[in-house]
């Protein structure tokens, strides 16, 4: 997984390799998307909910976004055709 931030309306590429295949890699994928909560609250907070910094959790295997985080913290990305 890479998680992607958006700001002026480009997303970027912040973190590569994140993966819960383990406890320590369970943990760094958890505290990863725990900061980009927090700095997109702050960020939401600041501007006045107002172009605000967006988060973005995306599949490195095949491009598709996984989850989203803005001003409600993280939620799962729609994808037609998926199963719950």
Not at 32 to 56: C, H, P, Q, V
Request: hydrophobic share 35%; net charge negative; with cysteine.
């Amino acid at each position: 997984m890479k998680l992607e931030l958006n700001t002026n309306g480009a997303w970027r590429t912040v973190i590569r390799g994140l993966s819960r295949h383990d406890e320590e890699a369970d943990d760094q994928y958890l505290d990863a998307l725990t900061a980009a909560r927090m700095l997109a609250e702050i960020s939401y907070s600041t501007n006045d909910g107002r172009r605000f910094i967006k988060w973005r959790l995306v599949s490195e295997a095949d491009g598709s976004v996984v989850e989203l985080c803005g001003d409600e913290g993280w939620r799962p990305a729609y994808r037609p055709g998926a199963t719950a």
